[in-house]
Antibody
Framework: QVQLQESGPGLLKPSETLSLTCTVSGDSSSSYYWTWIRQSPGKGLEWIAYMSWSGNNNYNASLRSRLTISVDTSKNQCSLKLSSVTAADTAIYYC????????????WGQGTLVTVSS | QSALTQPASMSGSPGQSITISCTGTTSDVGNYDLVSWYQHHPGKAPKLIIYDVNKRPSGYSNRFSGSKSGNTASLTISGLQAEDEADYYCCSYAGSTTVLVFGGGTKLTVL
């Protein structure tokens, strides 16, 4: 049974860079993509980016210019950095798993709340 | 504004059936049989309940079913139970450029 655990700073100021990490335990084979998804207050879900252990990745075009993603296979972690944050980036950030060639998320973390405020 | 349109809220009594709609376009829901649905109890991890329009993950309740007609996908919950009270989100593949779109979510209240 795979488990995903997100970690992040909780609170940061406008213009700072958000750094998030998803730690995967259990089934972490190469058959999956690890995806970041967020939920802003009162809004729906938005996919941010996905990445594989082998370095294949893709970004939401609307966030691409501010995003950097990376993986650390030795720690079973995937990370995301979002630069120049604003209040609009306040959200719960989730890490989720989808199979290669599949377009649904069969495992999710509980999410980490990120608040951007001065 | 989310790419897929869902009713913001719905309610039903125990034992009843309800259907949540998810309306997209010919670029997403209408073009791919790749719609998934998620149940989310706030504070917990979202849970996959339907994938590829109408498939259920193994072991998941058959009270949940999915369908699609044109640009609209639907999630039907039959025999409503108190524990079904949650937020429900739809998601669709939308091609290689947009990739994925979600609905705004539907808050289901079991009266």
């Amino acid at each position: 049974q795979v488990q995903l655990q997100e970690s992040g700073p909780g609170l940061l100021k406008p213009s700072e860079t958000l750094s998030l990490t998803c730690t995967v335990s259990g089934d972490s084979s190469s058959s999956y993509y690890w995806t970041w998804i967020r939920q802003s207050p009162g809004k729906g879900l938005e996919w941010i980016a996905y990445m594989s252990w082998s370095g294949n990745n893709n970004y939401n075009a609307s966030l691409r210019s501010r995003l950097t993603i990376s993986v650390d296979t030795s720690k079973n972690q995937c990370s995301l950095k979002l630069s120049s944050v604003t209040a609009a980036d306040t959200a719960i950030y989730y890490c989720a798993r989808r199979g290669v060639g599949l377009w649904y998320f069969d495992s999710w973390g509980q999410g980490t709340l990120v608040t951007v405020s001065s | 504004q989310s790419a897929l349109t869902q009713p913001a809220s719905m309610s039903g009594s125990p034992g009843q059936s309800i259907t949540i709609s998810c309306t997209g376009t010919t670029s997403d829901v209408g073009n791919y049989d790749l719609v998934s649905w998620y149940q989310h109890h706030p504070g917990k991890a979202p849970k996959l309940i339907i994938y590829d329009v109408n498939k259920r993950p193994s072991g998941y309740s058959n009270r949940f079913s999915g369908s699609k007609s044109g640009n609209t996908a639907s999630l039907t919950i039959s025999g409503l139970q108190a524990e079904d009270e949650a937020d429900y989100y739809c998601c669709s593949y939308a091609g290689s450029t947009t990739v994925l779109v979600f609905g705004g979510g539907t808050k289901l209240t079991v009266l």
